[in-house]
């Protein structure tokens, strides 16, 4: 290894690989330092879904869009919570981020774009992914890295873990890393760039920033937040930890593993209307199961004790309902019952409350309601979808979380993407792009659809084209 670069980038994920790339394709002699045995990141576990207003392939098929639009949805759905700069500066440069994708050879899923998917709708089909998720960035964007590593520009090294920030005089000179066989070495760089994603695989430090809410995860397990704990260690702010939002439906395969939540049962009204109830630790609903508003059905899971629910059902709704589960099949799914530490059966709603840990006397109420609601067609909480009540057992109640796919909180940056202290002041030559700034930063306490991806890239992307500098380009980037 040299043993000074012009850029040092931490992590060869999502946002590190543009980073390189472009900084790269600027002549820069780039280290990109990935702890992984391979490069790619949560792009490997992304659905890769992106957002961009003004973008060519909404030209080809007619869609007018413009980033302000973008930009109004996105006030609209994070209630006015988004960082202003950060998110207008991702919204304005987006639909370039996209369009590079799709010019190297992205290859999307054949209706894209869309409006709506998952989270709460756009005004106009503004969203879209590859046919292979994540997987399909990371295919285009490995080759054009493969070429700057060809070219000598960029260095990459692979099982190479940071384990600090080197300093001189308040400036950021470098970072500490640790190969595999754990021998430690120290390299210098005149831009050091964090792209290490988030925290959402570190218990402990969810703890710290995300106190509020118990952490169910599935992500990256390389997501341990290890840029912001060397970020903080130089003196960065962090923060938006509180700013949590769980995607409702996990299921967690080991009760004593945070990071075993997978994303299990299909709740959301827009692919299969609920046959099934919600309940909460007392068997009480506390959501109007098909309600057309992810984020109101996310917000009221968020408020239930340990953020978790039971989803409760019959053996009516379990043979005549389109199948919720999916990863399982209904016949398979029936195994699962009482063997899997999720899967509650008994043949009476008391045993039944009593093995999934349900208040039982709430529960056997909260279903005499529903079905009275049912024959009246006319639920309590205004659920519209009342096919069957809930009266032939066996019973069954699945618990599921609110889990985590991505962490609220990180470091701050100002417009040209460098790492703010605890006062606001950027620290010399620290730059940071990606989730290690927070999920919540771009999207407030809430989901926006696509606003982790492709920000990620079009930072890394803005940071190897114009922000960084280095000797004698100085001059021309400004
Ligand atoms: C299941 C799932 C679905 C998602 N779906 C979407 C979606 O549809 N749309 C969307 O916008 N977002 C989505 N997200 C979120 C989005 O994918 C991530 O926020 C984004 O990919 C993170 O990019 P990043 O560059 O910050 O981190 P990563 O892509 O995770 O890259 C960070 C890299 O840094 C490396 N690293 C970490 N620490 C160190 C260290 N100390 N030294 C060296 N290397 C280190 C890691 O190994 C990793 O390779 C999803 C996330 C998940 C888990």
Redesign the pocket.
Known sequence: MDDMFDVIV???????IPTAIFAGQRGANVLL????DR?????H??????TAAGTKLQKRLGIEDHPDWHWDDCLRISKGEVHPVLTRIAIDHAADSFDWLCDNGLDLVPFAPVAGWGHEPHRVRRYA?GVN??TSVLEVMQPLLDEQIGRGTVTLSLQ????KLLTENGAVVGVE?QARDGGKAEVFGKNVVL????YAANPALWKELTPNYPLRS???P???G??II?ARSVGARVDGGDRFLCSTGGILQNPNDPLSAR?GLILNPHFRQPWEIFVNHKGERFMREDHPSVDNREHALLKQKNVEMWVVFDEGIRQNAPNFHSEIEREHMKTLFNNHPSYFAADTLDELAKRAGVDAAGLKKTVEEFNQGVEAKKDKLGRESLPRPINRGPYYAIKTVGYA??SPGGLDIDADFRVLDTKSKPIPNLYA????LG?ARLSGATYL??????P?ITFGRLLGQTRLKWGDNRAAAE
């Open positions: 931490v992590g060869a994920g999502t946002g590190g330092i990935e702890a992984d490069v790619g990141g949560t792009l576990w992304s659905s890769g879904q992106m992914w998720g994540g190479t873990k940071m384990t890393v792209a290490t994603g988030g599935y992500c990256n390389y997501s341990r290890e840029g060397a994303g796919v991505l792009t990606g989730e290690v999920k659809s696509g606003m982790s991806v492709l990620a």
